[in-house]
C-alpha cells in the first residue's frame, strides 16, 4: 500500500515538473538567452528581464489580452482569476469523496485552465468575425471618408462604429470616446492598434497613424486596403478553413476528453477503473494531457 502511494505521487510530481518545464523553457529560454548580455548594460533591460520572468504579470497580461478579444465590457483579469479559483477548488472538493487524494487534485488543477480554453475560443470567434468583415469595415469607412467636409478620419470612424460588427463596433466607440475626452489621437490610434487581431488592419491602422502626423491621402490609403483585402480572402480561405478546423478540434478533443472523465466518475464502472494504482496514474496522465491540450490552444495565434 505505501508503495502503490509512493509511485503515484512521484508519477504526478514527473507529470507537474515535466509540463511546467515544457511551458517555461518554451516561452522564456530564448527570450533570456537574448537579453542576458543587455542587462549588464542597460538598466531598462533589467526591468524587461524582470517584466518576462514574472509569471502573475504575464499571466495577468495575456489574460486580459484575451479579454479584450471576446468583446466582454465588464469582465476583467481579477473576476476571471477568482472564477478560475473557484471552479478549481469545487471540482477537486467534487471528486474528492469519489476518488483518491492526488487524482482529485490533478482534475482540480485541470479545472482551474478551463475558464482560459473557454475565454480563448470565444475571442477566436471574434477574431475570425473581425478578419471576415474587415473589408467590409474599411468600405463603409471610406464611403464616411469621402462624405466628411474636412476628411477627418476620427469623424469617419465615428460615423462608421454604428453600422460594422463586433468587435471592431466596440473597438471604434471606445477609440472615438477617449478621442473626445482629449486623449492625444495618436495614443488613440495606437490603443485600437493593439486591439485588433488582423494583421492587414493592424498595418492599416499604423499606416493611418503614419498619415496622421505627417500629413498623407488616408482615403487613397483606405482604398488600397479595400483592394488588398479583397485579393487576400480569396487566396486564403481554404488556408483559414484548414486552421480552424485544427484549432476547433483541439477544443472538441479537450471538452470530449472532460465529458468522458465525468462520466467515468458518475458511471458504475469508477470503482473498476480507479480503484487500482494503474488506474489512478492513467487518470493524472489524463488530466496532464487536458492541460497541454489547453496550452496548446492558448499558445496557438
Same mark, same amino acid.
Given at each position: 500500500?505505501?508503495?502503490?502511494?509512493?509511485?503515484?505521487?512521484?508519477?504526478?510530481?514527473?507529470l507537474? /515538473?515535466?509540463f511546467?518545464? #515544457?511551458?517555461?523553457?518554451?516561452?522564456?529560454?530564448s527570450?533570456?538567452?537574448?537579453?542576458?548580455?543587455? %542587462?549588464?548594460?542597460? $538598466?531598462?533591460?533589467?526591468?524587461?528581464l524582470?517584466?518576462?520572468?514574472?509569471?502573475?504579470?504575464?499571466?495577468?497580461? +495575456?489574460?486580459?489580452?484575451?479579454?479584450? !478579444?471576446?468583446?466582454l465590457?465588464l469582465?476583467?483579469a481579477?473576476?476571471?482569476?477568482?472564477?478560475?479559483? /473557484? =471552479?478549481?477548488i469545487?471540482?477537486?472538493?467534487?471528486? #474528492?469523496?469519489k476518488?483518491?487524494?492526488?487524482?482529485?487534485?490533478?482534475?482540480?488543477?485541470?479545472?482551474?485552465?478551463?475558464?482560459?480554453? %473557454?475565454? @480563448?475560443?470565444?475571442?477566436?470567434?471574434m477574431?475570425?468575425?473581425?478578419?471576415?468583415?474587415? /473589408?467590409?469595415?474599411?468600405i463603409?469607412?471610406g464611403?464616411? #471618408? !469621402?462624405r466628411?467636409?474636412?476628411?477627418?478620419?476620427?469623424?469617419?470612424?465615428e460615423?462608421?462604429? $454604428?453600422?460594422?460588427?463586433? $468587435?471592431?463596433?466596440?473597438y471604434?466607440? &471606445?477609440?472615438?470616446?477617449?478621442?473626445?475626452?482629449?486623449i492625444n489621437?495618436?495614443?488613440?490610434?495606437?490603443?485600437?492598434?493593439?486591439?485588433l487581431?488582423?494583421?492587414?488592419? !493592424?498595418?492599416?491602422?499604423?499606416?493611418?497613424?503614419?498619415?496622421? %502626423? !505627417?500629413?498623407?491621402?488616408?482615403?487613397?490609403?483606405?482604398?488600397? +486596403?479595400?483592394?488588398?483585402?479583397?485579393?487576400?480572402?480569396?487566396?486564403?480561405d *481554404?488556408?483559414? =478553413?484548414e486552421?480552424q478546423?485544427?484549432?476547433?478540434?483541439? +477544443?472538441?478533443?479537450?471538452?470530449? &476528453?472532460? =465529458?468522458? %472523465?465525468?462520466?467515468?466518475l458518475?458511471?458504475?464502472?469508477? *470503482?473498476?477503473?480507479?480503484?487500482?494504482l494503474?488506474? *489512478?496514474i492513467?487518470?493524472?496522465?489524463?488530466?496532464?494531457?487536458?492541460?497541454?491540450?489547453?496550452?496548446m490552444?492558448? @499558445?496557438? &495565434?
Open positions: 500500500m505505501l508503495f502503490n502511494s509512493v509511485l503515484l505521487v512521484l508519477t504526478a510530481l514527473l507537474f /515538473i515535466g511546467m518545464l #515544457l511551458v517555461l523553457f518554451n516561452d522564456w529560454g527570450s533570456v538567452i537574448r537579453i542576458k548580455k543587455s %542587462v549588464l548594460d542597460r $538598466p531598462k533591460a533589467l526591468t524587461a524582470m517584466e518576462r520572468v514574472n509569471l502573475v504579470y504575464r499571466v495577468t497580461e +495575456y489574460t486580459m489580452e484575451l479579454i479584450q !478579444r471576446t468583446g465590457s469582465y476583467n481579477w473576476i476571471h482569476f477568482t472564477l478560475c479559483i /473557484i =471552479a478549481g469545487t471540482a477537486f472538493y467534487w471528486v #474528492l469523496d476518488i483518491s487524494f492526488l487524482p482529485a487534485l490533478s482534475f482540480g488543477i485541470s479545472v482551474v485552465f478551463v475558464p482560459f480554453a %473557454v475565454l @480563448k475560443l470565444m475571442g477566436d470567434v477574431a475570425e468575425r473581425e478578419r471576415k468583415y474587415g /473589408i467590409d469595415f474599411l463603409i469607412l464611403n464616411f #471618408l !469621402r466628411s467636409d474636412k476628411h477627418d478620419i476620427f469623424e469617419a470612424f460615423s462608421a462604429a $454604428p453600422y460594422v460588427v463586433k $468587435p471592431i463596433k466596440t471604434l466607440e &471606445n477609440m472615438t470616446f477617449d478621442y473626445k475626452h482629449k489621437p495618436v495614443t488613440c490610434l495606437e490603443r485600437f492598434e493593439k486591439k487581431s488582423t494583421p492587414e488592419l !493592424r498595418l492599416y491602422i499604423e499606416n493611418i497613424r503614419i498619415c496622421y %502626423v !505627417r500629413g498623407g491621402d488616408i482615403e487613397g490609403l483606405t482604398q488600397a +486596403y479595400i483592394d488588398e483585402m479583397a485579393l487576400l480572402d480569396d487566396d486564403e *481554404q488556408q483559414n =478553413a486552421d478546423l485544427l484549432q476547433y478540434g483541439l +477544443y472538441m478533443l479537450l471538452f470530449l &476528453n472532460f =465529458a468522458v %472523465v465525468l462520466w467515468t458518475k458511471g458504475v464502472y469508477k *470503482q473498476e477503473i480507479l480503484g487500482n494503474v488506474g *489512478q492513467i487518470f493524472i496522465m489524463d488530466m496532464a494531457i487536458s492541460m497541454y491540450i489547453i496550452y490552444t492558448l @499558445k496557438r &495565434n
